[in-house]
């Protein structure tokens, strides 16, 4: 059995286009996502050209998974 490539074990996230411009770098190239961060897991809105940080919104702290306590 191979190897896999390095190609066919990258993960990817959707990245929604959002309206709007930069207003570090001016260009229309916004993109909405989930990041990790040393605080946790983000919603964050991020310029694709110069990756400003137009919004960062706390989300739950495991990201996609929603554990029955935090639902309490």
Do not use: F
Request: glycine share 6%.
């Amino acid at each position: 059995m191979s190897e896999p490539t390095h190609e066919a074990s990258r993960l990817e996230v959707e990245r929604l286009p959002r309206e709007g411009a930069c207003p570090r770098c001016g260009k229309e190239k916004l993109r909405a996502y989930p990041v990790v961060a040393e605080t946790g897991w983000l919603h964050v809105v991020k310029c694709q050209n110069c990756l400003h940080s137009v919004e960062r919104e706390r989300w739950s702290r495991l990201g996609h998974i929603q554990l029955l306590a935090d639902l309490v």
